[in-house]
């Protein structure tokens, strides 16, 4: 039997994990999820059904009933469902309502890379390779300014701000809070470019196959 490739990439938003890790799938022949995606459809189909987000069990419920094709839906890379999926991500009912799922999909051959807040500690903590990518929270909020200023005025004191509530919100919570997980590389982006850091990844992770 060949042995399964899971590679977990975390780190706090706009950190360049994303980028990252879709390339480092392309890379190795991996198939790649975007975990926040999860905790994005879960806050946007919660606040489209009326279920307040401060809302544990109900939240937790409509987590289990979250549908593959509702990683489709348009809306989830807003600021606000952001916002809203670090509210919902706190909630122990949520994170267990999605931990099977994101262990099915690593599971199956040839394997996967996986990015998010708690892969390399809470999801796959057995992860063949780990990293965890980080940068300037000033760095990482003209990257996402950027980004989202193509479609509609915003201002960047208010990207930064969320970032910053974000990060203290995943990085305090109780349950899978984000954090470098053990024997995960630290791969900082804040002076490279997008090219340099997945060159690094990949020299990273490399190094931690071999090793
Ligand atoms: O990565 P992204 O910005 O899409 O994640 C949105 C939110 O989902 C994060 O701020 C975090 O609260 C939550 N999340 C999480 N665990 C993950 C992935 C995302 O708690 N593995």
Not at 125 to 131: E, S, T
Request: glycine share 8%.
């Amino acid at each position: 039997m060949t042995q399964l490739l899971t590679i977990a990439i975390d780190g706090p938003a706009a950190s360049g994990k994303g980028t990252i890790a879709r390339r480092i799938a392309a890379r190795y022949g991996l198939r790649h999820l975007d975990t926040g995606l999860l905790y994005r459809a879960v806050a946007v189909l919660c606040a489209g059904d009326g279920i307040p987000l401060a809302d544990e069990r109900a939240t937790g419920e409509r987590a289990m009933r979250l549908d593959p094709a509702d990683l489709e839906r348009d809306g989830l890379r807003s600021a606000a469902a952001g916002r809203g999926a670090s509210v919902v991500a706190a909630h122990p009912a949520v994170r267990a309502a999605l931990l099977d799922w994101q262990r099915d999909f690593a599971q199956e051959a040839p394997g996967a890379v996986l990015d998010g807040r708690d892969i390399g500690t809470v999801v796959l903590p057995k992860a063949r390779a780990k990293l965890f990518v980080t940068a300037d929270p000033d760095v990482r909020a003209a990257r996402r300014w950027r980004e989202l200023s193509k479609d509609r005025e915003i201002a960047y004191r208010d990207v930064l701000r969320d970032i910053e509530e974000r990060d203290a919100r995943d990085a305090a919570r109780t349950d899978a809070p984000m954090r470098r997980a053990e024997g995960a590389d630290l791969l900082d982006t804040t002076t490279m470019t997008i090219e340099g850091a997945v060159t690094e990844a990949i020299h990273l992770i490399d190094g931690q196959l071999a090793g």
